[in-house]
Antibody, heavy 121, light 112 residues
Framework: EVQLLESGGGLVQPGGSLRLSCAAS????????MSWVRRAPGKGLEWVSA????????HYAGSVKGRFTIARDNSKNTLYLQMNSLRAEDTALYYC??????????????WGQGTLVTVSS | DVVMTQSPLSLPVTLGQPASISCRSS???????????LNWFQQRPGQSPRRLIY???NRDSGVPDRFSGSGSGTDFTLKISRVEAEDVGVYYC?????????FGGGTKVEIK
């Protein structure tokens, strides 16, 4: 059974940093592209970032480019999202989701339960 | 960026009646390989999103056959043939053809 378990969320001040993790199990994590998606309070889903299976390709939404960095450690079956220069508008529930094999990002078949990030002074 | 426009924003439905959600993209979602990467997701209250439909019309395993997807190019539709209580939630379309990937704003389905 595929499982994705996010962690690392919390309360952080504007301008601060946070690193989210997503522990994966139940599938061959190393060959699958992965994504982060968020849902701000009262708003809809927003795709944030994606990384290819090997990790050679990364993609970002314009709203986070230059501030967020996606990475993965295939030896630990873990996906990361390093978030710097956080803003109030980054407050959201952050989900990790599996994509497809290699450099393919259309899938989104499996999702974690989410981790809450609150940016506030 | 490709803008995904969903309508309606809110959809009150009587149990057992059909429901239809429209999703329009600001440009064609046909990829260079000829495939249209258009997904539909359901997010029930307090739950994570769940994929219902991929590549316009392919239903995921375990998704009731009352859900169906159709469309082409820039115009897509999710239909529920007979709404049940468990269908309450927010529905999103999402395109994975162009970077950045984008979601529609969501349609909230509720029971009248």
């Amino acid at each position: 059974e595929v499982q994705l378990l996010e962690s690392g969320g919390g309360l952080v001040q504007p301008g601060g940093s946070l690193r989210l993790s997503c522990a994966a199990s139940g599938f061959t994590f190393s060959i699958y592209a992965m994504s982060w998606v968020r849902r701000a309070p009262g708003k809809g889903l927003e795709w944030v970032s994606a990384i290819s299976g090997i990790g050679g390709s990364t993609h970002y939404a314009g709203s986070v480019k230059g501030r967020f960095t996606i990475a993965r450690d295939n030896s630990k079956n873990t996906l990361y999202l390093q978030m710097n220069s956080l803003r109030a508008e980054d407050t959201a529930l952050y989900y990790c989701a599996s994509n497809c094999v290699g450099d393919c990002y259309s899938d989104f078949q499996h999702w974690g339960q989410g981790t809450l990030v609150t940016v506030s002074s | 960026d490709v803008v995904m426009t969903q309508s309606p924003l809110s959809l009150p439905v009587t149990l057992g009646q059909p429901a239809s959600i429209s999703c329009r993209s600001s440009q064609s979602l046909v990829f260079s390989d000829g495939i249209t990467y258009l997904n539909w997701f359901q997010q029930r209250p307090g739950q994570s999103p769940r994929r219902l439909i991929y590549k316009i019309s392919n239903r995921d395993s375990g998704v009731p056959d009352r859900f169906s997807g159709s469309g082409s190019g820039t115009d897509f539709t999710l239909k529920i043939s007979r709404v049940e209580a468990e269908d309450v939630g927010v529905y999103y379309c999402m395109q994975a053809t162009h970077w950045p990937l984008t979601f529609g704003g969501g349609t909230k389905v509720e029971i009248k």
